[in-house]
């Protein structure tokens, strides 16, 4: 059976053969910590770094590239954008924020900022 294997909250889940899932719906069916928020390709909350398995993956579209750009390249993935059909591994920040949050944009999201952390 392939198994997804979120690496920073130390859990997998499996799904069956022939399957294809989303890496998103399948962390928050079983509870895992992932960070999201719109789970539609905009906020850049849920950007997972592809361990192993990325070509289980299915490509990133347009609107997923276009939110991730350069990190694409660097091997992250929009979780609520990807499908896998086979093993796959994935590491977040677990403090991360969206990606508009990041430039001072958005709203507040970000705890330990203001010189606590
Ligand atoms: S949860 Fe917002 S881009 Fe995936």
């Given at each position: 059976?392939?198994?997804?294997?979120?690496?920073?909250?130390?859990?997998?889940?499996?799904?069956?053969?022939?399957?294809?899932?989303?890496?998103?719906?399948?962390?928050i069916r079983e509870d895992?910590?992932?960070?999201?928020?719109?789970?539609?390709?905009?906020?850049?909350?849920?950007?997972?770094?592809?361990?192993?398995?990325?070509?289980?993956?299915?490509?990133?579209?347009r609107r997923e590239r276009?939110?991730?750009?350069?990190?694409?390249?660097?091997?992250?993935?929009?979780?609520?954008?990807?499908?896998?059909?086979?093993?796959?591994?994935?590491?977040?920040?677990?403090d991360q924020v969206g990606?508009?949050?990041?430039?001072?944009?958005?709203?507040?999201?970000?705890?330990?900022?203001?010189?606590?952390?």
């Amino acid at each position: 059976m392939p198994r997804i294997y979120f690496k920073t909250a130390d859990q997998y889940v499996e799904f069956a053969e022939g399957e294809e899932v989303n890496v998103l719906r399948m962390a928050i069916r079983e509870d895992i910590d992932v960070p999201w928020q719109c789970a539609s390709g905009n906020c850049g909350t849920d950007r997972l770094m592809v361990e192993e398995g990325a070509e289980n993956l299915d490509p990133p579209r347009r609107r997923e590239r276009a939110r991730l750009g350069e990190l694409v390249d660097e091997g992250y993935r929009l979780a609520c954008q990807t499908y896998t059909r086979g093993d796959a591994t994935f590491s977040w920040d677990p403090d991360q924020v969206g990606l508009d949050d990041e430039d001072g944009a958005g709203g507040g999201a970000r705890t330990g900022w203001a010189g606590t952390g």
